[in-house]
């Protein structure tokens, strides 16, 4: 297993297009993550899915924001008409059902978005 | 979610041990205390975890007192290569990981 794939590694986009971005998440890992962290800060989380149902999305996450995660394998996160704001690393993780003790999230290398 | 307060940065010195406190006063029954590391332009990743006392694996130990209130990350003997940031996280592990500022430790040779 090579551990949490998220692609592309990098993209620049001009403000108010589309973009989309993949996690695969380790294979048989029911719970799937989407952070966004920026420049200083810790990552802040986004949304989570446990296998193809999402099941909290944070109250920060604008509409322009959407994922899914068909099928309970790899996910997506689309973010719509981009901003400068939305300028950041975005980070995917995923786990197994937590049951306590060293449940550990393994988290991908990240995309880097800079909107132009 | 308990919220936690640790030091923004911290230095030392390679072959020193190193530790980072953490404090949580409102952690709850069902939390666990997590640490994470995070080197730069990377995801972070788990490094240990612990509900009480002392917890040790391979690459650090975790400190927790009776009243859980604050824990205590310990590196031993730190190398050029520990320079990351570090992330205190506490909760239920049912929950998402809530991640704060974290201590970024830079080590000197």
């Known amino acids: 297993d090579t551990g949490v794939s998220q692609d592309p590694r990098h993209k620049i986009t001009k403000r108010g297009q589309n973009v989309t971005f993949r996690c695969d998440p380790i294979s048989e890992h029911n719970r799937l993550y989407w952070y966004r962290q920026t420049l200083g800060q810790g990552p802040e989380f986004l949304t989570y899915f446990q296998n193809e149902a999402q099941l909290e999305k944070s109250r920060l996450l604008s509409d322009r924001f959407s994922a899914e995660r068909p099928k309970g394998s790899f996910s997506t996160l689309e973010i719509q008409r981009t901003e400068q704001g939305d300028s950041a690393m975005y980070l995917c993780?995923?786990?197994?059902?937590?049951?306590?003790?060293?449940?550990?999230?393994?988290f991908g290398q990240g995309t880097r978005l800079t909107v132009v | 979610l308990a919220k936690t307060t640790q030091p923004i940065s911290m230095d030392s010195y390679e072959g020193q041990e190193v530790n980072i406190t953490c404090s949580h006063n409102?952690?709850?029954?069902?939390?666990?205390i997590t640490w994470y590391q995070q080197f730069p332009s990377q995801g972070p990743r788990f490094i240990i975890q612990g509900y009480k006392t002392k917890v040790t694996n391979e690459v650090a130990s975790l400190f927790i007192p009776a009243d859980r209130k604050s824990s205590t990350l310990s590196l031993p003997r730190v190398s050029l290569s520990d320079t990351a940031v570090y992330y205190c996280l506490v909760g239920d592990p049912l929950t998402p990981l809530v991640f704060g500022k974290g201590t970024r430790l830079s080590v000197i040779a």
């Open positions: 409102n952690i709850a029954t069902n939390d666990y």
């Open positions: 993780a995923s786990s197994t059902l937590p049951t306590g003790i060293n449940t550990e999230a393994f």
